[in-house]
């Protein structure tokens, strides 16, 4: 397995006058293949995290390095190329145009990336079959159910073949059922595909079906457990009592 | 393009405030052509009855002067002018005519009726009764029909013309014309009866003359006030062109705030738009969309919407000229000069007014989309 994400002592503050410190200091390494979740409570910085890693957001201070190109200072053009090429990400909620259709959701990177129509489509249809929603194609989002919509977003997410897909509490809108069919889902596409993972979740279960998780305390990884069998152990020391 | 395809999926699928932002333009721009297509069939109108009456020179006597001498060598002169087509010399002065108990001040006019007819087609094309050649022949006269109405004078019947210092002599009424108005109290009789009248030798007042071209006529104006006489041409003579023009120009003007009121609209629409559409556009720019992707949506949406508009208010306007056009309403009317509300749609128009609403509308278009491509995602996103 090779590093496909290094952050080296990540910093951001918010705030002019009274400082927020929404980051402090992160180190972490992310595998390439890996399902990480990240898990803390509100206001810990996970989403922050989040942001910093899929180019949304930018360090105050600190390096990420992507696939081995220092993007901390990258320009707002090369981020959005690199967002498109590299990245997927699901929402809590959907996000999708409402304009369009399903098949016309999964299609939008790859038009923003400058793919033909015909061949975006060919790819968005695959991708909508892969998620069973092969029989809605042409539904738009307000003809979906919250579950179905969500997949819709899942294949929008992989549209472009990203190396990496960011899930911001990607069934933390969704009933239990429709939960484990997305992580079920996802699951499945990491191992097909390798892709990369990474999950902000405030949803236990989900995170202990991963093979990383992280915990997030005021800005610092407090906690680190992996995957061992069917446990988890952890990983240098965990400050539980945060 | 994705931009087309995300700014022509918003415009189909908010139809109500297409078709608003749409009818708002189009209206504004038909309203335009509408007007200007009337002014452009005033003009020609106008110009028809330039063509027809108002001689295109005139040569008048010196300052001081009653009267022009020597009159013969300006009609050669004037004839050696290339385009000159007609030269008509009259010797013009008030008289009083009466017939009966009534009394009218007329503008008589001796004239030579063939050189007249050639200017103002008073013979061919005006009388009602009697002919004009008829006044060569010794004491006749020809009138214009109101002032033979007010006479209450008809062909065969005399006048008595009378003015101080003139000789007070009975005139035959030969011929009566009727020009709609454009002629009033006017009447033709023979130089040689004019003279006569006024106890003159051989002496005009004007030589009219009537070119092939008419704007020809400030130049040959110009080229007969270098020989010493008196010349003005009709656009010196009538302010009309110039009036028609200026208020062409000031209502266009006027139309045009309209049709910038009625594009920027198109910006408040696409401000509504732009603050509806927050997370989607922090959506878009997570699945890699540019600033520059962003922006360019909204100025393509602004831009079809203007040029949208203009094109059917072209359209529309077009269609409304053509139709108020063949109800051809009767604005004046004489025996034959009949003035008929004409509409005459510059083509230039059709083409110059979608550009100038595109260019409006994209211009309106600016600030929201400039507003929208600058959206941190991260706060998009959140909402």
Redesign the interface.
């Known amino acids: 397995m090779s590093k496909i994400i290094e952050i080296k002592k990540l910093r951001k503050v918010y705030g002019d006058g009274v400082e927020l410190v929404a980051l402090d200091d992160v180190d972490l390494t992310i595998e390439e293949g890996e399902v990480l979740s990240i898990v803390g409570p509100s206001g810990s910085g996970k989403s922050t995290l989040l942001?910093m890693i899929?180019l949304?957001?930018t360090p105050s201070n600190g390096e990420i390095w992507l696939k081995g190109q220092n993007i901390s200072k990258a320009s707002?053009?090369e981020r959005?190329?690199?967002?498109?090429?590299e990245?997927g990400?699901i929402?809590q909620?959907h996000?999708?145009?409402?304009?369009?259709s399903a098949v016309?959701n999964v299609m939008?990177?790859l038009?923003?990336?400058?793919v033909e129509k015909k061949e975006a489509r060919h790819r968005a249809i695959t991708l909508l079959e892969e998620v069973g929603l092969g029989d809605q194609l042409n539904n738009k989002p307000n003809q979906l159910s919250g579950g179905q919509n969500q997949r819709v977003a899942v294949a929008?997410a992989l549209a472009?073949h990203p190396s990496i897909v960011i899930g911001d509490e990607p069934t933390g809108n969704l009933d239990s059922k429709s939960s484990d069919m997305i992580y079920e889902l996802l699951r499945k596409l990491n191992r097909e595909m390798n892709q990369t993972f990474i999950l902000v979740t405030h949803d236990m279960d989900m995170a202990e079906k991963t093979d990383r998780i992280l915990r997030l305390v005021d800005g610092k990884i407090v906690c680190e457990m992996l995957r061992d069998g069917d446990k988890f152990v952890t990983r240098d020391l965990c400050k539980l009592d945060k | 393009m994705f931009e087309l395809f995300v700014a022509s999926k918003h415009l189909i699928s908010r139809r109500r405030q297409t078709i608003l932002a749409v009818g708002a333009v189009a209206l504004a721009v038909a309203i335009t052509i509408l007007f200007r297509s009337l002014i452009n069939g005033f003009e020609t109108t106008l110009n028809d009855i330039i063509f027809e009456f108002v001689p295109h020179v005139t040569v008048l006597p010196e300052d001081g002067e009653s009267y022009i001498h020597l009159y013969k060598t300006l009609i050669e002169t004037i004839w050696a002018i290339p385009g000159v087509v007609a030269v008509s010399p009259a010797l013009s002065t008030t008289a009083s005519f009466a017939h009966d108990d009534n009394v009218e001040n007329v503008v008589l006019r001796g004239v030579i009726p063939d050189e007249l007819n050639k200017i103002s087609k008073i013979g061919s094309d005006y009388m009602v009764e009697g002919n004009l050649d008829s006044i060569q022949n010794g004491r006749r006269v020809a009138l214009d029909k109101e002032l033979a109405d007010e006479l209450e004078v008809k062909v065969g019947d005399s006048v008595r013309a009378s003015f101080p210092d003139a000789k007070t002599m009975s005139l035959v009424v030969t011929g009566v014309f009727d020009t709609g108005g454009f002629s009033p109290n006017y009447a033709y009789v023979s130089l040689e009866t004019a003279r006569d009248f006024l106890g003159e030798g051989n002496v005009i007042t004007d030589v009219q003359i009537k070119l092939d071209d008419i704007y020809q006529a400030n130049e040959v104006a110009s080229e007969l006030s270098a020989l010493g006489y008196n010349a003005e041409s009709w656009q010196s003579q009538s302010g009309i062109v110039e009036t028609i023009q200026s208020r062409k120009f000031s209502n266009t003007m006027i139309m045009l705030l309209v049709i910038v009121i009625a594009s920027f609209g198109i910006a408040n629409i696409m401000n509504l738009l732009v603050l509806e559409k927050t997370k989607e556009i922090g959506m878009m720019m997570a699945m890699g969309a540019t600033s520059s992707n962003i922006r360019r949506i909204f100025l393509i949406e602004s831009g079809i919407l203007g040029l949208a508009g203009g094109a059917a208010g072209c359209l529309l306007g077009y269609l409304i000229s053509a139709y108020v056009n063949s109800l051809a309403i009767a604005i004046s009317s004489g025996p034959r000069f009949s003035v008929i509300l004409t509409f005459i749609v510059d083509p230039w128009d059709l083409l110059a007014f979608p550009l100038i609403t595109l260019l409006l509308s994209i211009i309106a278009g600016v600030y929201p989309a400039h507003q929208a491509s600058k959206l941190d995602p991260v706060v998009a996103l959140r909402g």
Request: glycine share 10%; net charge positive.
């Open positions: 942001n899929g949304l957001d707002s053009k959005a190329r690199l967002r498109n090429k990245l990400f929402f909620y996000h999708l145009l409402p304009e369009f016309e939008m990177p038009l923003i990336a400058g929008r472009g």
